[in-house]
């Protein structure tokens, strides 16, 4: 999706395939704030850059262990 006005948006589907990681892990990002996101309805959406950005600077970090909650 793109807004009239800057990046396309991506849903948590795009973005986690993107980083090479979980939809799951994509929204637990996203809840903690690490990710910055925008809930829409029940689902989240991405801008690019911030997207980008994100994958970039996860690359070669171990993944943190959580639990879904």
Known sequence: MRRS???????????????????????HFAERGDLIGHLVGKGWEFRLSDARRFCE???????????PG
């Open 5 to 27: 006005h800057g990046d396309p948006f991506l849903t948590t589907g795009q973005v986690a395939e993107m980083c090479g990681t979980t939809e799951d892990t994509i929204r």
């Open 57 to 67: 600077d996860r690359q070669g970090v171990r993944a943190q262990r959580w639990t």
